[in-house]
């Protein structure tokens, strides 16, 4: 978490009488923000989904048909209320958000096209950190998985304003319903994900190496990671036999010492005789001659089966076999971690001796948003979310640490580089917890954890972002935010080379002309200084998050027409 530098609101910024349309699940909170709306002149169209029931089960017809009713016609903002605090509204919110942004869609990217600002928001009441500060348990944080849905809408509807506001429990009502109707009208466009602290503060999220890895290098003064796991170790590994988590386990088999108990729900068994010494290129052949010597009649399907029966016992074979090599022990348990009873069974006897958990299990069923299904979305939550509860469940009071791998855009990177990013399906492991601070999911160390330190849980987002995803990412031209920067920016710029050299230096992107352009004199034509003043906050926040040290006034933006002459007096 960084600080965020505080709002530029526009006082324009949505069209003459705005329509909005609030999502809630009936607390207290969505009264105060309705007639928040209302007294600003916002006409409120309001779903309440507090009868939704307890758990996601994928069945979505009557939900998706309520939200596509309120949200047809003009829309102007779209905000959607969480306040789940156990694990099953958690999960439950965060799909039924996916499915509101799926509505919203359409009515907000017409807003948009006319010419006015249309706003996705979702507000949490965490911890004024997105639930990333670590001192709320998983299942409440768990909420704040919905940034990834708007930074999905974000660069599936380009032109619309998208936020997730967290804003602290403890902040009161009317600061609270504040501090969302500034950030409608914000200026920064491009941050996804806002917290406001209790003192009102703001802070959004960076990418970087996780803390821990930061100070054990600092503490270490090298590259060598210390990555906390031991001989003493038995670390479960969801998915951990197949796949991109297998190559992780093999890689950490040769950092570690550590054993290895990998599930997934293949059954492993000896291989068949009409597979034994054939390669995997010649295993349909085989299956195909297996089938037909004995008497029947080898179908594509049961072909097809066979065939990747096999490729995926193979698969968790040669997984076992590297991590042994390498030295450490590897076990295997054929369980699927979406049913509570089997992973009880299967964990229960080692619940003594395991001490860490990797949660790789995964199904994909990628779409745009606006293709999303009730079923879809319940089958990936499925095995990423219940199923980590269900092992959780089982292991809590022993584990002492916790990793899940999930992949996620920067918070901060251009479409190009989500694009970039998207397609090469960068995994991140996210989340991760040492022993000390008590409540569920936090568990008590069985043994001290030393000089490395203690945290809760960091966080549950990025698991959830997995998700998400979309296939594509609409490109859009860096040069023409560099066009829209204002011209009081560039003066600025251009005057301080130092803080343009430190700039260059640390987001050497930007430095190829877009806000240090030399650009002297307003442009001409027809842009709004609306726009430019949000492109420069954007981009000035940008810097900021890459940790250049601007001066105060390099940041502040005049709200005047450009040839009012208010630009001249700026830097
Ligand atoms: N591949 C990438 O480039 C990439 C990028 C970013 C993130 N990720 C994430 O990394 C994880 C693994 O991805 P992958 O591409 O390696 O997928 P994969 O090849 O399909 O492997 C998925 C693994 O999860 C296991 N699994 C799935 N459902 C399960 C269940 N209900 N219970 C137990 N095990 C289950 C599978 O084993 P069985 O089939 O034997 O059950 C398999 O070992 C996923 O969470 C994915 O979202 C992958």
Redesign the pocket.
């Known amino acids: 978490m960084v600080p965020f530098p505080g709002r530029d609101l526009l006082g324009d910024a949505y069209a003459a009488e705005p329509v909005a349309v609030v999502v809630d699940r009936s607390g207290g909170d969505a009264d105060a923000v309705v007639s928040g709306l209302q007294a600003r002149g916002w006409t409120v169209r309001r779903v309440d989904l507090s009868g939704s029931p307890a758990a996601f089960d994928g069945e979505t017809t009557e939900l998706e048909s309520v939200l596509a009713q309120h949200l047809q016609g003009r829309v102007d903002l779209c905000v959607s209320l969480l306040d789940g605090d156990t694990w099953d509204a958690g999960v439950r919110q965060v799909a039924e958000t996916i499915l509101v942004a799926k509505h919203a869609h359409a009515a907000l990217t017409e807003t948009a096209e006319a010419g006015s600002r249309a706003g996705f928001v979702t507000v949490t009441r965490l911890d004024g950190g997105v639930g990333l500060r670590g001192g709320r348990p998983a299942a409440e944080a768990l909420a704040g998985g919905v940034g990834g849905v708007v930074k999905t809408l974000a660069r599936e509807a380009t032109g619309v304003f998208c936020r997730a506001l967290d804003v602290d429990p403890d902040v009161d009502r009317d600061d609270f319903v504040a501090a969302l109707l500034g950030e409608i009208a914000d200026a920064a466009t491009d941050t996804a994900e806002v917290g406001v602290d209790v003192a009102g503060a703001r802070w959004t999220v960076v990418p970087g190496e996780f803390r821990f890895a930061v100070a054990q290098r600092e503490e270490i003064g090298g590259d060598v990671p210390d990555i906390g796991v031991d001989a003493g170790d038995t670390l479960v590994v969801?998915?951990?036999?197949?796949?991109?988590?297998?190559l992780c386990v093999r890689a950490l088999a040769q950092h570690t010492e550590a054993a290895f108990v990998l599930?997934?729900?293949?059954a492993l068994a000896d291989e068949p005789s009409w597979a034994r010494g054939v390669t995997d290129s010649e295993l349909k052949a085989a299956a195909i001659e297996d089938i037909t010597a004995g008497g029947e009649r080898p179908t594509p399907r049961e072909v097809e089966r066979r065939y990747r029966d096999q490729i995926?016992q193979r698969e968790?074979r040669a997984t076992i076999e590297a991590v042994r090599r390498a030295g450490a022990e590897a076990d295997y348990i054929a369980?699927?971690?979406?049913d509570s009873d089997a992973v009880s069974t299967a964990l229960a006897p080692l619940r003594d001796r395991i001490t860490g958990v990797v949660h790789?299990?995964?199904?994909?069923a990628d779409a745009y948003l606006t293709d999303k299904t009730g079923d879809e979305i319940h089958r990936v939550f499925?095995?990423?979310l219940t199923?980590l509860r269900t092992v959780l469940d089982v292991l809590d009071a022993t584990i002492r640490c916790a990793t899940w791998?999930?992949?996620r855009p920067s918070p901060v990177c251009s479409a190009m580089r989500a694009r970039r990013t998207t397609r090469r399906?960068?995994?991140?492991c996210a989340g991760s917890r040492r022993a000390g601070s008590g409540s569920a999911p936090t568990a008590t160390s069985r043994r001290s954890t030393g000089a490395r330190g203690t945290a809760g849980w960091t966080t549950s987002t990025p698991a959830v972002c997995?998700?998400w995803i979309p296939r594509s990412v609409p490109r859009r031209s860096s040069s023409s935010s560099a066009r829209s920067a204002p011209t009081t920016c560039a003066r600025w710029w251009v005057r301080t080379s130092r803080c343009r050299q430190e700039t260059r230096a640390r987001w050497p992107q930007l430095g190829r002309g877009n806000l240090l352009g030399r650009r002297r004199e307003p442009p001409r034509g027809g842009a709004t200084h609306v726009m430019r003043g949000a492109a420069f906050t954007s981009r000035v926040n940008q810097l900021r998050l890459a940790g250049a040290r601007l001066p105060a006034r390099a940041c502040s933006y005049v709200p005047a027409p450009l040839d009012s002459g208010a630009w001249r007096n700026q830097g």
């Open positions: 969801t998915g951990g036999a197949r796949g991109v988590t297998a599930l997934g729900r293949t995926a968790i369980v699927d971690v979406t790789g299990a995964g199904v994909l499925q095995t990423k199923g791998c999930c992949s399906r960068t995994r991140r997995g998700c």
